[in-house]
């Protein structure tokens, strides 16, 4: 059986969120500092992959624009973390596309969507398969290390 047979998404709530959000993106932080702002607003979906019934991957996608773009609805990707182990997995993806065809719901037809996320610098390639590009340079968040902007239309 592939691994990608085994893989099951769900939504799920913020907590469930935090122990991957702290183990994978900020191991150097308080588990407290892996609870976002944006996590309990109404259109914000927090997605869960499990594999055989373990959650090994999350992402939270929220309403946000961005202040230098006019005209378009915002959608922010935050905390995607997948466990060493479910890495390249399908998992990532899964999550990522689930993502976005909430945000596509969530939208009115007439309006044009713009999904973001500040993404680590090293994971750049992932969301360029999925039709993001980057804008501008590659900037620091400290403490975490270097960060791109990702940004996909539609």
Request: proline share 4%.
């Amino acid at each position: 059986m592939s691994m990608h047979a085994a893989l099951e998404m769900s939504s799920i709530k913020p907590e469930e969120t935090y122990h991957l959000r702290h183990s994978v993106l900020r191991p150097m932080q308080m588990l407290a500092d892996c609870a976002y702002p944006e996590d309990k607003q109404a259109q914000t979906l927090h997605a869960g992959c499990y594999l055989n019934g373990r959650l090994v991957g999350v992402g939270t996608i929220f309403r946000e624009d961005r202040e230098e773009v006019a005209g378009r609805i915002g959608w922010r990707i935050r905390g995607m973390a997948v466990s060493s182990e479910a890495r390249g997995s399908g998992c990532g993806g899964a999550i990522l596309q689930t993502l976005l065809n909430h945000a596509r719901m969530q939208t009115s037809t007439e309006k044009e969507i713009e999904v973001w996320c500040n993404g680590r610098a090293n994971v750049e390639g992932f969301y360029r398969r999925y039709g993001f590009q980057r804008q501008g340079e590659i900037f620091e968040v400290p403490p975490i290390g270097p960060h791109v902007l990702m940004v996909r239309f539609g």
